[in-house]
Each structure stands twice: as C-alpha cells, then as structure tokens.
C-alpha cells in the first residue's frame, strides 16, 4: 500500500458511509469507524457539532466545530492550514490509537499532534463542551482533546496557559480572514515571564496587554468584576502550572471569547429571545489600549485632556514632541535617585494598569510592608505593587526596568508605588508626620473640649433619667459608627432657629432646613418629628447604614445632633433640591434634556449598583423614588434617605418581613402581596422611576405609567411616551433602549428582573442585545392602585408620595 493511503478495511467503511442515505447524528465514532463531507457528530444535548465546511464562494474545505444554534458560529477548524479541495473528504479512527482526515486520493491531508502511535482501540466523542476528545477504550483516558489545541476560540472550561513541566502552551490564534480560518496574524497568549499577563501578539510585535493578575481580576480589565453573576474567573499560579480560564454560572448559558481576524478580543454571550450573540466586552478599544501608547514612565489617561502625561518625578524625553503626538520617546527622571533610605521615596498611582510585568521580581511571600523596604533598599528598584490585592497584605511585585504602558482605569483598583527622589513628594516623610501629630492633637483636643462642655450642658439643661439613659445609648450607638456630633447651638444658629423660610422639604420623617455653618459650608438639616413613633429606628438605621457610605451618587452625611428629644441628621445640602422637584412640574422639567434626563438614570443606575454589590455592606433601599433622588448643582443624582434601608448578607437572596414599608407607585408587587423582599425590589423601584423620568408623569393612583409603557410598546409606539418638555435631539433607539430596560425592571417575577449591574450594562453599552420583557404585573387587574388592604391600614399614609410606614422587626 503506497504511503498515506487507506487501508483496505477504511476504503470500504467509506464507500459504506459516502452512499448510505441515513443522516449520520451519533457524538462519537469508534475505531475503523468514519464520517464523509454531508454528515456530522452532534453532542448529546445538540449543543455543538462537528462537520465540514466551507466560507464564503471558495471551494476548499475544512473539517470544524460549531454551536448547534449558530452554525455560523465555527469555534475550532481541525485542518486550518490543510484545507481539502474538493468535497469528497473522509474524517477516520484507525486502529494506531489516532485518527486522520483523508482527501479524495486517499492521502492523510491533517492529523493530530501530541498522540503516540500503538495499536490500542480509541474513541473519538463530541462533547457538549465543545470538547473534541479522544479515549483510549482499554484504560478510559483521554490522551487527546481539542481543548488543548484552540483555534481563535476560548469556551467555557478551555485553558489559555503553560505547564511549566513540559513547556506545553495552550493559545488563541485568529483566523486569516472573516473568511479563511487559516492561521492569522494574531496570538492571545500567556506570557509567563515575571508576573503573568496574558499578551496579544501581532506577529512579533504586542498589540495589547492585559495586565497582570491581581488576584481579582487582569489589572487592566477592572470590568471583570461586573460579569461576576455570570461569570467565574479563574486563574491557576504555581510551579507546574500557569493559566487562565473561566466558567458560566448558568449551564445553559453560551459563551464564547474569540479573537478576531483583527487582533480584537470580544466577550460575547447567546441571546436565545433575540437568536443572536450579544458583546459583552472587547479589547483592544481606544488609542490606550495601544502598547507602550505613551512610552515609558508615563501615564495614558482615555478621558484626560492630554492622552499622555508624565508620571510625577519625570518630564518628556529628550527629541520627544508631546505637542505633536509623538510620545513614543516617553518620559525621563527629573532628579536621579539617591538610593538610599532618606533620599528616596514612593509615590503612590492609584487606579492604573500595572506596568508591563515581563521582566519583574514576584514573591507572593511576603507583606507589602516588606516589599516596600526590600525596593527601597534595592538602588535597581523602580517601583512595587502587591501580587495580590484580594488580600491587603500579600504579595510583592518589583521592576528594574522601565516601567512601559501604564494605563488609568476608572474604577480600578490596583496601586503602583512608584520611587521617586524625596523632593519630588513635596514635604519630607517627617515634617508630614508631626504636620499629621499636631492636627490628630489639635482636633481631638478641640472634640474634646467640646465633648466636655456638652456633658456639662446636657447635664444642666436635662434632668429626666429616662431621657439621659435613651440619649447615652444612642450617642453610643453614633460614637460606634464613628459620626461627627454637632450641638445644638451650631444648628440653631445655621438654620436660623429652624425658621420657616429655610424649609426646603418635608414627608413622613420629619421636616429638611437649609442652614450655613460659620466656615461657609450650607448643610441640609433632617429634623426629626417629635411625634413619630418610627421616627427613632429610622434615624438610628440611616446614621449606622449612611455614615459607612461612600459614592459620587450617593447624599453624603456630614454628621448628626442628639440632644434628649432632638434628633437630627447634617447631610450636604445639594443647590438643585431632588428629582421630583423638576420632573413632576411643568415649568422646571423643560430645563431637563434628554441628555440630562439619561445621565441621571445612568447615575442612579450606578449609585444602586454600588449599594448592591460594591459597598462595604450589602444594601436594600426599599424606597427608591423622585423625591429620594438628589440633584447638584451639575445636575448629578445623589440617592438619600437610608430610613428604611435594609443590610443583607452575600448568600441572603430573599427577606420577609410582616410590616410593608415604601412608598406607593414603586413597591413590587410581591413585597406588598407577600411582605418579600430583595435586591430586585429596588430593581422594579428603578424601573419605575425610569419610566418616570422618560415620560415626566408619576406612576399613581389613576395614572398607571407601567400599564401605558407596555401597551405603547405592543403598539411599538414607544415615542410617545416621551415627556414632550424633552428637548428634539433625542435618538429614537437610546428612548426605546430606556423604556426596554424600564419594563424588564418592572417584570412581575423578581427571577425575570435583571439584577443591578445588567441594568447598568444594559444602560452604558449600544450593541448589548436586550431579552425580551415580558408582560408587567398591574395593580388595574385586582381593581385599585395598589390594594390598601395588603396594607397595615393603620399605618397608611394617604398622600401618595409620602412613605408608608410601620413598626417592623429588624
């Protein structure tokens, strides 16, 4: 038999399999067994197959993987660089252990690398992973896969790595074109060299970087964290092992990271409502994401005025014309180091894309204190950062050499310490310690004088034991949240004596005064009512939920008062009053653009999130509305009003309660029916207030917004439901997006509302592919808006903007 030609025994199999009419459909094929050009394997579950194919008006063909639901879609081409020529092309498991494609002259044309040659029986089995393996029938062990042979395609559960044993690497390589899945010029690889990152390669020079692994995410991909109700990252580190993977948390849900003919990296996911795939994320986007982009010891800034700015301690190269663009030649020290311990210093960067790690010392053994000293000591030492940010101290990174693309990431989390001469950090590490020694000294002598002096006061002033013991526990309870205390004088005094023409506001609370400290600053003081049995735990909630908060969307408390029966809180006092203020009157709402009126939602969308999932605690509102929304003076939202807001723990889905509090028009349905509550009630509270703000009505009594918005989007008029004070500029698709994303938050199940960051992505990003909403649940169809009855009628109260309020459990 001439060399590459097929053994008898395969030569009739093929005949058998070329003519027979019954569609080959099994996962796997045993050893003498074949498919010919027109059949395929499909996995147990049809959610990929295996076949052949062609792209475009060529003829060649190739031998590839594909999603069952999208057989466009091909994810891994076994002979890329061997195409067929003609149709009549045979895929066989012979009887050495391997298996072969044959072209019409019964020459091998591609086979397998990395399997040993030997006369045991194997399988070869298409799994629904998308994993193409080959078993060994006698042992039952894989001794082949795919999996470790990828073609531009990353799936679920695929590694890209190296084992640092054997040298074996694991890569994505792009297709030459849209067309020819023939290898490209592209490589997204891992570079296991000092601390791994992985790098994407345009022939042999790099295109882009992903950043180093923190421990949380590749440093120059913050955005990682936000896809972590879908995803799960995972990132291998040890002596026989480097590599990166990730997994879905749904097993129904496709996913696919694929590199591009053009070097672009896209995340994408499948939208079964919409039969199409949805981008979640690529990368390389913008010029900053360009290597070495500005050169070295500089920073690339997407959103600065300038692109590209040295770090501090450096100015611009010699022969470099930053004028002209051309910032290749980067940055030079101003001072050289003195490379000693009182000479030298660091300079913290925060929120940045580590440097490129090719060439840096990693020790995950060590504190970040005694990384410090160790580059400090080093003369080599450029900069540190931690190895892992998971943990506050852990890790040590260093670099000798120059630190190159450096990139600033809005909400990144990672900090590089630069070295720089001492003089360039301004005040000495010592004066800027006793500058530190005298403030703490002078201010806690101050707090404490006052403190003295208000125990004197309220000693004279009360008398009543009950109400010294009530006021001692909850000063207790404030000096624990650790909140600035002002006393009476001071608001008496900022307020005007609480005089009626500083009243800016008022609901179930109690009444909001405007008021001007001594130093200048205007305050917003919360008074409590008096009469407001709920009053107290409300007050105590906010004071120990708000003062831990921190967030540009978020009303930020300045302090409190607590002197017997007064209570009050000392928020900023924002110029533009709240959103209700402006949405809900005819005049104001004109001066709201579609533009602005986007950016609050967008604003608000963020300010939830971070409650959500990204404070400190774990927050539900539970009474998100116009009148709860705040407005600077840019017109920025801040969301206020912690009364009722509740904690929750990570693994706490669902929190019953036998009291109903929140507010008419935007409590969900099942916390009213069942007294249930969760994440996704702030949720439908969101949906609702976007409906609001896009239509400029509110959602009450007889006027039921979510009712309106569904059935003018069956009637695909959508438009109409815009606020004709909204000025003409406004694009029919960002509208129809809002009011989409509007009525999934209003979904009647809490399982079918998306959770907080999907509405923030939903929101930010034109090319996510939206489910379809399903219909909403409306208080019309049990005859009222809403039922009183499922109330505690005691507690009502009638204006429907107000809270509705009652003594529950906590």
Not at 113 to 140: E, F, H, P, R, V
Not at 208 to 218: A, K, P, T
Not at 473 to 493: R, V, W, Y
Not at 620 to 642: G, T
């Amino acid at each position: 038999m001439k060399k590459g030609a097929l053994p008898k025994q395969f030569t009739i199999a093929l005949f058998l399999f070329t003519f027979s009419p019954i569609a080959f459909s099994v996962d796997s094929l045993c050893y003498g067994q074949n498919i010919s050009d027109g059949q395929k394997l499909t996995s147990s579950e049809g959610t990929f197959e295996l076949g052949f194919f062609s792209r475009g008006s060529s003829a060649i063909r190739f031998v590839g993987i594909w999603f069952g639901v999208s057989t466009d879609v091909v994810i891994w081409v076994a002979n890329r660089d061997q195409p067929l020529s003609s149709t009549f092309g045979t895929l066989i498991v012979d009887n050495n252990g391997s298996f072969a494609l044959y072209d019409a002259s019964e020459k091998i044309t591609w086979q397998p690398t990395g399997i040993k040659n030997g006369s045991y029986a194997t399988k070869l089995q298409l799994q629904d992973s998308g994993n193409l393996i080959l078993k060994d029938l006698s042992s039952n062990t894989v001794i082949w896969q795919s999996f470790d042979y990828p073609t531009n395609t990353l799936l679920p559960g695929m590694r890209v790595g190296k084992n640092l044993k054997i040298g074996f690497e694991t890569y994505l390589s792009s297709w030459k074109s849209g067309t020819d899945p023939s290898t490209g010029n592209y490589l997204y690889k891992m570079d296991t060299e000092g601390a791994p990152e992985i790098i994407t390669w345009d022939r042999d020079q790099i295109k882009y970087r992903s950043g180093m692994w923190n421990g949380l995410y590749f440093s120059g991909q913050p955005s990682m964290v936000t896809y972590n109700d879908m995803f799960t990252f995972l990132f291998v580190w040890d002596q026989s092992e480097v590599s990166y993977r990730y997994e879905v948390k749904e097993n129904n849900t496709l996913s696919r990271l694929v590199m591009n003919e053009d070097g672009v990296m896209q995340r994408l996911v499948w939208v079964e409502t919409h039969q199409t795939w949805s981008e979640f994320w690529l990368a390389p986007q913008g010029e900053c994401d360009n290597y070495a982009k500005c050169g070295p010891f500089s920073l690339c800034q997407p959103d600065g005025m300038t692109t590209c700015s040295c770090l501090r301690g450096f100015e611009p190269a010699a022969f470099t014309e930053w004028h002209m663009r051309n910032t290749s030649g980067g940055c030079q020290r101003k001072i050289p180091l003195g490379c000693t311990a009182n000479s030298d210093g660091f300079y913290p960067l925060k929120g940045v894309k580590l440097p490129d790690s090719h060439n840096a010392t990693v020790n995950a053994n060590i504190s970040a204190k005694e990384c410090r000293v160790r580059c400090l000591m080093n003369c080599s030492c450029l900069a540190y950062s931690s190895s892992d940010i998971t943990r506050r101290v852990s890790g040590c990174v260093m670099w000798n050499t120059a630190l190159v693309d450096i990139k600033y990431l809005n909400g990144g989390l990672d900090i590089l310490q630069v070295k720089v001469f001492k003089s360039e950090l301004g005040a000495s590490s010592k004066k800027q310690l006793m500058i530190i020694v005298k403030t703490i000294s002078s201010v806690v002598s101050v707090l404490l004088l006052c403190f003295i002096g208000y125990l004197l006061w309220r000693k004279k002033r009360y008398s009543k034991q009950d109400s010294t013991k009530n006021s001692l526990a909850q000063n207790d309870s404030i000096k624990d949240a650790e909140l600035p205390a002002f006393d009476m004088d001071t608001i008496l005094q900022a307020t005007d004596n609480f005089s009626i023409t500083n009243i800016v506001g008022q609901g179930g609370f109690g009444i909001v005064y405007k008021g001007k400290l001594p130093c200048g600053q205007e305050i917003a003081v919360k008074r409590l009512s008096g009469n407001s049995s709920q009053g107290l735990n409300e007050f105590m909630n906010e004071v120990m939920l708000v003062v831990k908060l921190q967030h540009r969307n978020l009303v930020r408390l300045l302090g409190c008062c607590i002197q017997n029966n007064e209570r009050m809180l000392i928020y900023e006092f924002l110029t533009n009053k709240s959103l209700d203020f402006f949405i809900f009157d005819a005049e104001k709402r004109t001066t709201l653009s579609w533009r602005t009126r986007l950016e609050i939602v967008i604003g608000i969308a963020r300010g939830l999130l971070y409650l959500h999932h990204d404070s400190r605690f774990n927050i539900i509102h539970r009474d998100l509305k116009a009148a709860n929304v705040l407005l600077d003076e840019y017109m920025n939202p801040k969301i206020s009003d912690f009364g009722i807001a509740r904690l929750f723990k990570g693994d706490q889905v669902v929190i019953s309660t036998e009291t109903v509090i929140g507010t008419r028009g935007y409590m969900s349905p099942e916390y009213i029916t069942e007294g249930k509550f969760s994440v996704k009630s702030d949720v439908y509270s969101f949906g609702v207030l976007l409906l609001e703000i896009m239509s400029g009505k509110r959602n009450q009594g007889n006027q039921n917004l979510v009712t309106d918005a569904w059935k003018l989007w069956e009637e695909q008029s959508i438009l109409k439901l815009l606020d004709k004070a909204a000025d003409s500029t406004v694009f029919a698709t960002e509208l129809s997006r809002c009011v989409h994303v509007g009525l999934l938050c209003v979904q009647g199940s809490p399982d079918d509302r998306p959770s907080m960051s999907s509405v923030f992505m939903m929101l930010s990003s034109d090319n996510l592919v939206l489910p379809a909403p399903k219909k909403p649940f409306t208080w019309r169809s049990i005859g009222g808006f809403p039922p009183e009855h499922h109330l505690c009628e005691s507690d009502i109260i009638s204006v429907d903007q107000l809270t509705i309020t009652g003594i529950e459990d906590r």
